[in-house]
């Protein structure tokens, strides 16, 4: 058939497509195993094919990787804590009813010479077969990682595991140049000469790196969990109140100001305050002197991180190029009005209906408000009292792809307002000081907008009431059809004027009806 998915040219991990139709909406449950120097992660995606949420997400911290560079083998006891793992996943698999389970092994197991007999204890005691990715594979599949979360992104995506790290080059939707290196922070713990030789082998692998990459001065994607750790940090000191890791965004001075808090902390009260576990908390301030040196050499432009990665990658490469052009914010959000909403579909007529309000904007601001209107009623269970807490919670908490934590807020503001009139007094403050006053004011008139649209129709398939906007007269106008002039009552009226209050604008009080 024309439209199947082919398989990757190099290999194909799921032994199967996933995506048969490149017009699916749907991804089933597919698990993935990613067997790293220093943990070994089992995620089952579920929900929407472009935007696939974490059914299932657990890791477990066995350090494979520790003690290879002196002893060449995987760390005994790390080796029996990633086997009883291993069982564990695929007693999960079964009992879940996941066809099989797609796993990779990275850095530790493809450089230990006793890597092929732990693949072969595994597959053995599991029935998993493992496939073994080389760094420059890793590096494709963690840039393809980034892609999935951030359409048209451009610059360099760094993954660092336990024993090595990659660069790669993404633009225009593509993987370009990528290179490995030895800079594990696993890896280099017991570098010969201590701190002085570790940061010397670092000083020399970036140079390596730089002159094989050349310039990179777009923005700097960071993947991998020792990164994550260090934004966590970054976070605390800042008071940074959003605490969602993907697309959090650093400067090179919050990095630098974060390595020098780093130095001056006492590491375990510090570890116990971000809540990260003792063996990643060991590995950050190696993670720190490689970041330093990154920034020192690559000079990009800002430095954001990506929960996405090698999993996610692997979701990626099976996906038709159609399916990678859709927006990722967009079908999440379908996907969520199909399960959850009361009037599947009603979202875009509500869309159509608040459009008026929103004619000249941005196309940024336009995939905002579309995903306000599909996702105005997903959170209708929720008790009526906290409905508006839990909308805002919904859009700045979920896995939603493809934005930034500005974008976040503001969709959550909107989505509040839809459910209530002030945002005064709620818990929600802080966060939304990452907004600035004229875009708090935009999403209070979307939800106000989208608060007053949900209220006019009976029937989702008849268009029954229409807004009149004029940004240049500042007036305001509703038109309703005849048989939908009863669903005007006292407080459709007070809806309409809290909306006209929040425009400024002034109301026409005829109502006219066709």
Same mark, same amino acid.
């Given at each position: 058939?024309?439209?199947?998915?082919?398989?990757?040219?190099?290999?194909?991990?799921?032994?199967?497509?996933?995506?048969?139709?490149?017009?699916?909406?749907?991804?089933?449950?597919?698990?993935?195993?990613?067997?790293?120097?220093?943990?070994?992660?089992?995620?089952?995606?579920?929900?929407?094919?472009?935007?696939?949420?974490?059914?299932?997400?657990?890791?477990?911290?066995?350090?494979?990787?520790?003690?290879?560079?002196?002893?060449?083998?995987?760390?005994?006891?790390?080796?029996?804590?990633?086997?009883?793992?291993?069982?564990?996943?695929?007693?999960?698999?079964?009992?879940?009813?996941?066809?099989?389970?797609?796993?990779?092994?990275?850095?530790?197991?493809?450089?230990?010479?006793?890597?092929?007999?732990?693949?072969?204890?595994?597959?053995?005691?599991?029935?998993?077969?493992?496939?073994?990715?080389?760094?420059?594979?890793?590096?494709?599949?963690?840039?393809?990682?980034?892609?999935?979360?951030?359409?048209?992104?451009?610059?360099?995506?760094?993954?660092?595991?336990?024993?090595?790290?990659?660069?790669?080059?993404?633009?225009?939707?593509?993987?370009?140049?990528?290179?490995?290196?030895?800079?594990?922070?696993?890896?280099?713990?017991?570098?010969?000469?201590?701190?002085?030789?570790?940061?010397?082998?670092?000083?020399?692998?970036?140079?390596?790196?730089?002159?094989?990459?050349?310039?990179?001065?777009?923005?700097?994607?960071?993947?991998?969990?020792?990164?994550?750790?260090?934004?966590?940090?970054?976070?605390?000191?800042?008071?940074?109140?959003?605490?969602?890791?993907?697309?959090?965004?650093?400067?090179?001075?919050?990095?630098?100001?974060?390595?020098?808090?780093?130095?001056?902390?006492?590491?375990?009260?510090?570890?116990?305050?971000?809540?990260?576990?003792?063996?990643?908390?060991?590995?950050?301030?190696?993670?720190?002197?490689?970041?330093?040196?990154?920034?020192?050499?690559?000079?990009?432009?800002?430095?954001?991180?990506?929960?996405?990665?090698?999993?996610?990658?692997?979701?990626?490469?099976?996906?038709?190029?159609?399916?990678?052009?859709?927006?990722? +914010?967009?079908?999440?959000?379908?996907? $969520?009005?199909? *399960?959850? @909403?009361?009037?599947? /579909?009603?979202? #875009? !007529? %509500?869309?159509?209906?608040?459009?008026?309000?929103?004619?000249?904007?941005?196309?940024?601001?336009?995939?905002?408000?579309?995903?306000?209107?599909?996702?105005?009623?997903?959170?209708?269970?929720?008790?009526?009292?906290?409905?508006?807490?839990?909308?805002?919670?919904?859009?700045?908490?979920?896995?939603?792809?493809?934005?930034?934590?500005?974008?976040?807020?503001?969709?959550?503001?909107?989505?509040?307002?839809?459910?209530?009139?002030?945002?005064?007094?709620?818990?929600?403050?802080? +966060?939304?000081?990452?907004?600035?006053? $004229?875009?708090? *004011?935009? @999403?209070?008139?979307? /939800?106000?907008? #989208? !608060? %007053?649209?949900?209220?006019?129709?009976?029937?989702?398939?008849?268009?029954?009431?229409?807004?009149?906007?004029?940004?240049?007269?500042?007036?305001?106008?509703?038109?309703?059809?005849?048989?939908?002039?009863?669903?005007?009552?006292?407080?459709?009226?007070?809806?309409?004027?809290?909306?006209?209050?929040?425009?400024?604008?002034?109301?026409?009080?005829?109502?006219?009806?066709?």
């Amino acid at each position: 058939m024309d439209d199947l998915v082919k398989p990757s040219e190099k290999w194909d991990p799921f032994e199967r497509p996933l995506f048969d139709n490149p017009k699916a909406r749907d991804l089933s449950r597919v698990g993935v195993v990613d067997i790293g120097s220093n943990s070994v992660r089992l995620v089952v995606f579920d929900g929407a094919a472009r935007s696939p949420a974490y059914f299932f997400n657990e890791k477990v911290m066995c350090a494979l990787g520790a003690g290879l560079a002196e002893s060449g083998k995987l760390n005994p006891d790390g080796r029996l804590r990633a086997l009883s793992a291993l069982r564990r996943f695929c007693t999960i698999a079964k009992g879940i009813g996941l066809p099989s389970l797609t796993a990779v092994a990275t850095a530790a197991v493809r450089e230990a010479s006793d890597g092929n007999d732990f693949i072969a204890q595994v597959q053995s005691e599991t029935g998993l077969k493992i496939h073994v990715i080389d760094g420059e594979e890793e590096a494709r599949l963690a840039a393809q990682g980034v892609l999935l979360g951030w359409p048209g992104s451009y610059g360099l995506v760094c993954d660092i595991g336990g024993g090595s790290m990659e660069l790669a080059e993404i633009a225009n939707g593509q993987v370009g140049q990528r290179v490995t290196s030895p800079l594990g922070p696993l890896k280099l713990i017991n570098v010969p000469g201590g701190k002085k030789g570790r940061k010397a082998v670092i000083a020399e692998t970036l140079d390596h790196l730089r002159d094989q990459m050349g310039p990179q001065s777009d923005r700097l994607f960071l993947v991998g969990g020792s990164w994550r750790a260090l934004a966590r940090i970054d976070m605390h000191r800042r008071g940074y109140p959003l605490h969602v890791m993907h697309e959090y965004q650093m400067t090179a001075r919050d990095v630098k100001a974060t390595l020098r808090y780093i130095e001056d902390c006492d590491l375990e009260a510090l570890r116990q305050t971000i809540r990260v576990t003792q063996s990643r908390m060991a590995l950050v301030p190696i993670a720190a002197e490689i970041l330093k040196g990154l920034l020192k050499r690559f000079k990009p432009h800002d430095i954001a991180v990506s929960s996405y990665g090698i999993r996610e990658g692997l979701l990626y490469e099976q996906m038709p190029q159609a399916m990678r052009d859709r927006d990722p +914010l967009i079908e999440s959000c379908h996907f $969520a009005e199909r *399960k959850d @909403a009361r009037l599947p /579909g009603f979202g #875009m !007529r %509500l869309h159509k209906f608040i459009s008026p309000l929103f004619s000249k904007m941005s196309p940024s601001r336009a995939r905002l408000v579309r995903a306000a209107c599909l996702l105005h009623d997903v959170s209708w269970r929720a008790h009526p009292d906290f409905r508006a807490e839990v909308c805002f919670e919904y859009a700045t908490r979920a896995n939603l792809g493809g934005l930034s934590h500005e974008e976040r807020i503001f969709l959550g503001l909107a989505l509040l307002h839809r459910y209530r009139n002030s945002r005064a007094g709620t818990r929600f403050e802080e +966060l939304l000081t990452l907004l600035d006053e $004229a875009n708090q *004011k935009q @999403a209070e008139i979307l /939800g106000k907008a #989208m !608060r %007053l649209g949900a209220m006019l129709w009976a029937d989702p398939d008849d268009e029954t009431a229409q807004l009149h906007w004029s940004a240049k007269t500042k007036t305001l106008s509703l038109t309703l059809t005849a048989e939908a002039s009863p669903l005007f009552g006292e407080v459709a009226e007070a809806r309409l004027n809290s909306l006209a209050a929040s425009l400024d604008a002034k109301l026409r009080t005829d109502m006219r009806l066709t």
